[in-house]
């Protein structure tokens, strides 16, 4: 089948590596140059929103998925109304607004910190008085690995930061700027740890569940995932798939859909969905029986879903920045090296290591290895109980 993918970074290489064996093939949209995706398959350059560049795609595809959410709406329900189009449009509209993804999950009875819109300086006072502080101000739309959002403190630093993230240039170019807000603000979540789950819908109505996936972050941007995550019991795993399960019904989902999650006091926060194949579920492509990759396009082409096996535990190790010495990497038994082929520059995201092992010990000796040969990382956040 003919896939189109809107976006040529490392999710849509991921994507086509897996599909191309199943025998797909990929045109891709990408306004940049020499995206990481370009070596399997056709390029279409043109912007994400460009009439002429999503005709080309329509024409080329016998289905369209996305490789990030932020994909505009209208470029998905323009696509949707010529071919199928997946995970759903109305997926997209959801992940790009921080306060309708919260209100879906508040209406299925799904828990999620405390939260409250501001839509100018008179609900400063009454969101903070519905998450108490300290509280989180985020943008609604966009914002991504710890971008657009600030902790705050006190009432004084909700509202310098609603003025700082709600700013926007006034339209007549003069370089001044005046809070236009659209921002949402966030009980701060003590929590005991991130997780994450994967689910995957497929045409039919089949659906398939990944472990549950511990994960930490450094500035705002994903270091390490370990799965199945540690102290993981079939209540926890059952209750992360009963959430994702509300929300594949809820969009008529097909396709991976990512929920990020806390952990506290017992029981799973959502924070955020992402309806896309996701960073978390990087371990996938070595340590499960079938990856997140390739269900997905199992999923959106129509083909049965693999239900994943999981022998083991695994690991994941974003590569941030820069890269390491690769033959030091490759002398690491246990070591599965993913390179985007995208150019250094700092906090970008260049490539990750995956980590199997007969067990956790033997998993997380070898995460120590690879994070020692990483320059810059810093100190390493081991998985909780391994």
């Known amino acids: 089948m003919r896939v189109g993918v809107l976006g ?10 897996e599909g191309v064996p199943l025998g797909h093939s990929f045109t891709i949209l990408e306004p940049g140059t020499d995206p990481p995706a370009a070596a399997l398959g056709s390029v279409v350059a043109a912007a994400y929103d460009d009439p002429d560049g999503l005709r080309r795609v329509a024409e080329a595809s016998d289905v369209v998925t996305y490789e990030f959410e932020n994909v505009p709406a209208r470029s998905a ?3 949707a109304s010529r071919l199928p189009a997946l995970p759903p449009p109305v997926a997209l509209e959801v992940a790009q607004d921080r306060l309708a993804e919260k209100t879906m999950f508040r209406e299925l009875g799904i828990a999620t910190p405390e939260f409250h819109p501001i ?10 008085a519905a998450t108490g502080l300290p509280a989180v101000i985020k943008t609604r739309t966009l914002g991504y690995d710890g971008k657009g959002q600030a902790v705050v403190r006190t009432t004084e630093e909700a509202a310098a930061a609603a003025e700082r993230l709600g700013a926007e240039p006034v339209a007549n170019g003069s370089g001044r700027y005046g809070a236009v807000y659209g921002l949402i603000a966030e009980a701060f979540v003590h929590f005991e740890r991130e997780l994450s789950v994967l689910a995957v819908a497929g045409r039919d109505g089949s659906r398939a569940f990944y472990p549950l996936t511990e994960n930490h972050h450094r500035e705002g941007i994903l270091r390490t995932s370990y799965a199945p995550a540690p102290r993981l019991n079939g209540a926890l795993q059952a209750a992360g798939e009963r959430l994702a399960g509300l929300v594949l019904d809820r969009l008529g989902y097909v396709g991976v859909l990512a929920i990020e999650l806390f952990e506290a006091e ?3 926060l959502a924070n955020e969905i992402a309806p896309r194949v996701h960073n978390s579920g990087h371990w996938t492509l070595d340590g499960a029986s079938t990856s997140q990759f390739e269900n997905h396009i199992r999923a959106v082409t129509g083909m049965p879903l693999a239900p994943p096996r999981v022998a083991g535990p695994s690991a994941m190790v974003n590569l941030i920045g820069e890269v390491p010495d ?3 990497l490759a ?9 985007y082929h995208k150019t250094p520059r700092p906090g970008r995201k260049l490539g990750h290591v995956n980590v199997t092992g007969d067990c956790e010990e033997a998993v997380m000796e070898t995460v120590e290895r690879v994070w020692a040969l990483l320059p810059g990382a810093g ?5 909780t109980a391994w």
Request: net charge negative; glycine share 14%.
């Open 379 to 383: 100190e390493l956040t081991r998985a």
């Open 331 to 339: 002398a690491i038994p246990g070591a599965h090296i993913h390179l």
């Open 266 to 268: 017992g029981r799973l």
């Open 8 to 17: 040529g970074g490392q999710l849509a290489r991921m994507l086509a590596l």
């Open 119 to 128: 839509d100018g300086p008179g609900d400063i006072e009454p969101a903070i």
């Open 77 to 79: 329900a323009y696509l």
């Open 326 to 328: 690769v033959n030091a």
